[in-house]
């Protein structure tokens, strides 16, 4: 459990890290020579780091880029960029699918407001530069802190999708969250899914009114978490929301999610079966423990308690220390955001959703378990819009990459950003929706 307990605070899906968390190596050291080679550990193995240049430390937010050597002689090139105390060095990789300029649609900053006088939510408009009015999207990111380029693994996934979208006749909202770029207010984990609704239903409304946009078409695409949010949503303001798309979105309590997610990746690690099970029990019951009204203290001691309460022979096959497992892993299960996702049900939420509803799943998705969660997903709607669509994408992972293995560390390397058949298959059936086809 010691070993699962490392993964607890991750939240619904590993992609809501931040780009640095993804690092191969921290550097500790301030300099490097241009005559020595410096050994890293990278996801490509062991390789030999020089600087094409006198080394001068990187400015923060401005990555410095330099050559790693493997034992081959294969190279590739790395970023540098500071983190923390030292420097996080990442392997570079090629981005075909980021939008760049020139741009063959109109973009604007915007800026609304929310319920939370200190939530005003900056974001990007993008809308096609002829024609209207337009039927309008806001896109909602997954867990984490993520601005609103949705910026994970290095790839920019709300930038790719507002790109398609707008391409296909879409005015597209898409804002940095709360805490993170120019938006004010607590950050996650601070946050719980129903400020993130708040939020969202805000942009609805925002774009509602905005001149050139058909208010009466107007939807959702959230993406894992915010596939969730879609729902709450649409469930809460039905007159607003006249679609959403669930790109990777649960059917299961949040319990059963990080339950199904931490088994998976184990599985996929290589972690043998029983022990697979053991940690899922043992790590059951912190989970229970989080989710009640116990104080955040009284929820800290009942963890402690339980975990130092296991037999020998447990303790011993999680790898638990003789002192117990330090305070710090739980504090991970006890933030705003943890607890409240725990006990958040989206079926509650669905099930009151009237409007049509495209719920897409990855065949490798280890994050959200597609055969689950389309399946409950899919009871959830069974009664509403004969136009809602569940479909699981062969090939796709968490991010909707075609992918080998689904694992979070593979999205790094993988230079698509979305899979093309997942755009248009989503972008397909929204114009179908909203009658633009």
Known sequence: MHRSLLRLGAGLALAALPPTAFAESTIK???????????????????????????????????????????????TSFLVEQAGGGFHVYAERRRPQHPTAPLPYVTQEVVFDTPD???????????PAAGGPFPGVVLLAGTGPHDRDGGMSLHKTLAVLADHLTRQGFAVLRYDKRGVGLTGGRRHPDSTTDDYAADALAAVRFLKIQ????????????????GIIASMVAAQAPADVRFIVMLGGTGLPGIDIKSLQDAAARRAEGMDESLVLLN??????????????????????????ATLALP???????????????????????????????????????????????????????????????????????????????????????????????KASEYFLIEETVAPSALAFMSTWMKKVVGNE
């Open 312 to 406: 020998a022979a447990t303790r011993t096959a999680l790898e638990i220390p003789p002192e117990g497992i330090p305070d710090e892993a739980f504090e991970a299960l006890l933030t705003p955001w943890f607890r409240r996702f725990l006990s958040l049900d989206p079926r509650q939420y669905l099930k009151r959703v009237a409007c049509p509803v495209l719920a897409l799943g990855g065949e490798k998705d280890l994050q959200v378990p597609p055969a689950e969660n389309l399946k409950e997903i899919g009871r959830a709607l069974a009664s509403r819009s004969p136009q809602s669509v569940v479909r699981q994408l062969p090939g796709l992972n968490h991010s909707f990459q075609t992918a080998r293995t689904g």
């Open 211 to 226: 001149p050139n946009i058909r208010a009466s078409r107007i939807g959702i695409v959230g993406h894992s978490e915010g």
């Open 117 to 127: 006088p200190e939530v005003s939510p900056v974001g990007t408009l993008s809308y």
């Open 29 to 75: 050291r301030y300099m490097f020579s241009t005559q020595k080679a410096e050994d890293v550990d990278t996801e490509l193995g062991k390789m030999k780091v020089k600087l094409s240049e006198e080394w001068k430390a990187p400015a923060r937010g401005q990555p410095k880029r330099i050559t790693g050597v493997g034992s081959s002689g294969f190279q």
């Open 280 to 305: 899922r029990s043992q790590e059951r019951e912190l989970f229970e423990i989080a989710a009640s009204d116990r104080t955040r203290l009284e929820a800290l001691v009942a963890m402690r308690a």
